[in-house]
C-alpha cells in the first residue's frame, strides 16, 4: 500500500516560530503537494513539488516556503508563524505518468492540524 | 484548470442512491473530471475519473454531459460510511485544485 506519512498529527507553535512540517511517501512518486484544509474553503494548495530541488507555488505560498532535497521527502516550512496559519496541514504525492487523464490519483498523508498562538 | 460549482450539502437515504451534481461549464477539450471524497478526520481518497465518455468502478459511476460541461457521480446504493465530503475537480496537469466540496450525509 502507499502510504504518505506527516510527521505529527497535532502541533501546538507560538507567533513568530519557525515551524517545519514534514512530509514522506514511499512510493518513489514525483510529485508531491502541500495543501491546507479550513472550514468552508476546502484544500487550497500552497505549493508542490515535480522533482528533487523543484519547487512551484500553488493559490496560496505567501507565509510559507517548501524544500524537497530527497526524493521521498516534502518539507513545508512557515518562517515566521501568525495565527492565521492555524489550520490543518495535507501533503499528497502522485507518480508522474505525463498523460492527462490516465488515472493519477493523488495519495495524501493523515493531516497535521497546526494551532499558532 | 477549470473552475466547478457543487452544492453545498445534500442528504441521502440509506441504500438509495446518491446522485452528486457539479457544473463545470469553462472546461476545457483537454481537462478531465475527478471525483475525491474525504471522510472525517482523514485525507481524501480518489474515486473515479473520465473525460467525455461515462465511467464504472467499484466505487461509483461518473455521468458527464454531452457538451462536458456538467457531470453527476452516482453512488448506486449509499451506505453509512459514504458519508463524506465529495469533491468535483476538472484539470489537465498533475497539480489539483479542489473547491470546497458537496458534504454528503447518508441517513439511516
Known amino acids: 500500500d502507499v502510504k504518505v506519512t506527516q510527521s505529527s498529527r497535532y502541533l501546538v507553535k507560538r507567533t513568530g516560530e519557525k515551524v517545519f512540517l514534514e512530509c514522506v511517501q514511499d512510493?518513489?512518486?514525483?510529485?508531491m503537494f502541500w495543501y491546507r484544509q479550513d472550514p468552508g474553503l476546502g484544500l487550497r494548495l500552497i505549493y508542490f513539488?515535480?522533482?528533487?530541488?523543484?519547487?512551484e507555488k500553488g493559490d496560496i505560498p505567501e507565509g510559507y516556503s517548501v524544500s524537497r532535497e530527497k526524493k521521498e521527502r516534502f518539507s513545508l516550512i512557515l518562517e515566521s508563524a501568525s495565527t492565521n496559519q492555524t489550520s490543518m496541514y495535507l501533503c499528497a504525492s502522485s507518480s508522474d505518468l505525463g498523460l492527462a487523464g490516465v488515472k493519477n490519483e493523488q495519495y495524501f498523508g493523515p493531516g497535521t492540524r497546526l494551532t499558532v498562538t | 484548470d477549470a473552475k466547478t460549482t457543487q452544492p453545498p450539502s445534500m442528504d441521502c437515504a440509506e441504500g438509495r442512491a446518491a446522485n452528486l451534481p457539479c457544473n463545470h461549464s469553462t472546461i476545457s477539450g483537454n481537462e478531465y473530471v475527478y471525483w475525491y471524497r474525504q471522510i472525517h478526520s482523514q485525507g481524501p481518497q480518489y474515486i473515479i475519473h473520465?473525460?467525455?465518455n461515462n465511467e464504472t468502478n467499484e466505487m461509483a459511476s461518473l455521468i458527464i454531459t454531452e457538451d462536458r460541461k456538467s457531470s453527476t457521480l452516482i453512488l448506486p446504493h449509499a451506505t453509512l460510511r459514504d458519508t463524506a465530503v465529495y469533491y468535483c475537480?476538472?484539470?489537465?496537469?498533475?497539480?489539483?485544485?479542489f473547491g470546497a466540496g458537496t458534504r454528503l450525509t447518508v441517513k439511516p
Open positions: 475537480i476538472v484539470r489537465v496537469n498533475n497539480d489539483m485544485r
Open positions: 513539488s515535480y522533482d528533487v530541488k523543484m519547487k
Open positions: 473520465g473525460l467525455k
Open positions: 512510493m518513489d512518486h514525483e510529485n
